[in-house]
């Protein structure tokens, strides 16, 4: 293991850590009440995330405009898969496990929504022609998301590293710039300038 001091048992970790109290283990419900719809309708950012047959792990963010992931009843939502670099990491790793987690956020607020379920991706023309992505083009397709277990997750992480506040946000002057990590990454021969141009007609044209 590349790690010393590992704990490798769910006792072992309570050794450390204390029980969940009542209300922690009793919070997650099995159906979107009107909570969760309102929420999930007023965010436009989700982290999805995913896993391949081998266990690989995958976390992608997904945006747009609040209510482009739409609950359709009690127990089913779905995500128009819009415009990417077709890597296609999360629907790959769907079509293997059909195992997904959801990370809702609405900004400024602190308390986030998570939902975990099963997923699929689908070309189902009705649900595909209910969005609009890139330039008001329909997606290929959405991914499809049953869910098991839905729960408002406490506002402790996002208080502890302010994220919405813009006077606590790090000075990023140290950081390159978005290109040039790409440029370094990639091992692209092309001046920096042309790789700012070809990713400013990229988000101009491909979103």
Same mark, same amino acid.
């Given at each position: 293991?590349?790690?010393?001091? @590992?704990?490798?048992?769910?006792?072992?970790?309570?050794?450390?850590?204390?029980?969940?109290?009542?209300?922690?283990?009793?919070?997650?419900?099995?159906?979107?009440?009107?909570?969760?719809?309102?929420?999930?309708?007023?965010?436009?950012?989700?982290?999805?995330?995913?896993?391949?047959?081998? &266990?690989? %792990?995958?976390?992608?963010?997904?945006?747009?405009?609040? &209510?482009?992931? #739409?609950? $359709?009843?009690?127990?089913?939502?779905?995500?128009?898969?819009?415009?990417?670099?077709?890597?296609?990491?999360?629907?790959?790793?769907?079509?293997?496990?059909? #195992?997904?987690?959801?990370?809702?956020?609405?900004?400024? *607020?602190?308390?986030? $929504?998570?939902?975990?379920?099963?997923?699929?991706?689908?070309?189902? !023309?009705?649900?595909?022609?209910?969005?609009?992505?890139? #330039?008001?083009?329909? !997606?290929?397709?959405?991914?499809? @998301?049953?869910?098991?277990?839905?729960?408002?997750? %406490?506002?402790?992480?996002?208080?502890?590293?302010? $994220?919405?506040?813009?006077?606590?946000? !790090?000075?990023?002057?140290? $950081?390159?710039?978005?290109?040039?990590?790409?440029?370094?990454?990639?091992? *692209?021969?092309?001046?920096?300038?042309?790789?700012?141009?070809?990713?400013?007609?990229?988000?101009?044209?491909? *979103?």
């Amino acid at each position: 293991m590349p790690f010393d001091h @590992v704990i490798c048992t769910p006792s072992q970790l309570y050794e450390k850590y204390k029980e969940p109290e009542e209300g922690v283990r009793t919070k997650s419900i099995v159906s979107f009440d009107e909570h969760c719809r309102t929420y999930i309708a007023l965010s436009p950012f989700v982290v999805v995330a995913t896993n391949d047959a081998e &266990g690989r %792990c995958d976390v992608s963010p997904r945006g747009g405009a609040p &209510g482009f992931v #739409q609950v $359709l009843d009690d127990t089913r939502l779905v995500i128009p898969d819009a415009s990417g670099n077709n890597r296609l990491d999360t629907l790959r790793n769907i079509t293997q496990t059909g #195992q997904i987690g959801l990370l809702f956020m609405i900004p400024g *607020m602190s308390e986030t $929504l998570r939902v975990n379920g099963r997923a699929s991706v689908t070309m189902d !023309p009705e649900l595909v022609a209910r969005h609009e992505v890139g #330039q008001g083009k329909p !997606p290929k397709a959405v991914i499809g @998301v049953d869910l098991e277990e839905a729960f408002l997750h %406490c506002a402790k992480a996002y208080m502890r590293s302010k $994220l919405w506040d813009t006077a606590a946000w !790090p000075d990023r002057s140290a $950081l390159a710039r978005p290109a040039q990590i790409w440029k370094d990454h990639i091992g *692209m021969p092309d001046p920096i300038e042309e790789v700012e141009a070809w990713l400013a007609n990229d988000y101009a044209n491909n *979103m």
